[in-house]
């Protein structure tokens, strides 16, 4: 952020603070995940916009150049996807105007707005849903399901984690480097002892790389959704491979019922989160036969 900005939060609480945005010529939002609240030019947490700092075009412009480490140029093949990666794993959404080739977007101009989402390591974050993904002593294929928000990829990252404790070996495909936090080669987080990384590369290329050179016996990966994905999936469950992965939708139930019949068919466990006690609140566990029998009708937890 500006160094105007990281003046105005630098007595901030940042341990519980999920997000930071930043709108031209609007006030500055911070998100602390129950509340949201903004900052007086003071430097003081306040709950009227009108009282808050408004975030100006150089306050933009300079953020930019500071998340992309100096170079604009050399960070456009994430701009044009709408983000950043820095260090630790924190993702920085970008907006603006799309600048399009052939009807492919090519970068973004005018940047009108930043997100900053803080990642975080949670240690026991997939406590509660570990015996499910293991249910029976045998590694399932998992997928986490919750609108953007509610802790999916912190949840994913234990994890991985945690399967690795239990003796599984495990490739992290982490195409927005967020799950492992790479730099220089090593991980940022704690991933576990058996987990190999795959940082910044494409998740359906990824998965038939690890697949064919790592012999894992799960692949992991964030935010799976387009048909390369789903058939990237379906191969490497042909190859006897577990694929833990998230998306986003309102619940697995909404997923299933909004297009994603073909994607889910591919799992064997569905969590669903939510941030109603605060991001990764576990709302509900189910199978494949569980989600398939309550289309149209009353959930059932396994």
Do not use: W
Request: charged share 25%; aromatic share 4%.
């Amino acid at each position: 952020m500006s160094e105007r900005i990281q003046q105005l939060l630098k007595h901030i609480d940042f341990t519980a603070l999920e997000e930071v945005r930043l709108r031209r010529g609007r006030p500055l939002l911070l998100d602390f995940g129950t509340q949201q609240q903004f900052i007086t030019p003071a430097g003081r947490l306040c709950q009227q916009e009108g009282a808050g700092y408004v975030v100006t075009e150089a306050d933009i412009e300079r953020s930019l150049v500071l998340a992309c480490g100096g170079s604009v140029y050399a960070c456009q093949e994430q701009l044009r996807h709408g983000y950043v990666t820095v260090n630790g794993g924190n993702r920085i959404g970008i907006t603006g105007s799309a600048v399009l080739e052939n009807g492919e977007i090519r970068s973004l101009k005018e940047i009108s707005g930043m997100s900053y989402r803080f990642a975080r390591q949670v240690r026991g974050a997939a406590d509660q849903i570990i015996d499910s993904v293991l249910r029976g002593g045998e590694l399932h294929s998992t997928l986490i399901v919750s609108p953007p928000g509610c802790g999916k990829t912190t949840l994913l990252r234990d994890l991985a984690r945690q399967i690795s404790t239990r003796g599984y070996k495990s490739v992290i495909i982490d195409e927005r480097s967020e799950l492992a936090a790479m730099a220089g080669g090593v991980c940022g987080y704690d991933v576990g002892v058996r987990t190999d990384v795959l940082d910044a590369c494409p998740k359906a290329a990824g998965m038939m790389m690890a697949v064919r050179s790592m012999s894992p016996q799960a692949v992991v990966t964030d935010e799976i959704g387009s048909e390369e994905d789903v058939e990237a999936i379906r191969s490497a469950l042909r190859c006897g491979v577990c694929v833990i992965a998230s998306a986003h939708a309102k619940s697995a139930a909404a997923l299933y019922r909004t297009g994603g019949r073909e994607l889910c068919a591919l799992f064997d466990v569905f969590i669903t989160l939510s941030k109603r006690r605060g991001s990764g609140t576990v709302e509900e566990v189910c199978s494949l036969d569980s989600l398939c029998a309550c289309d149209g009708g009353e959930k059932k937890i396994c």
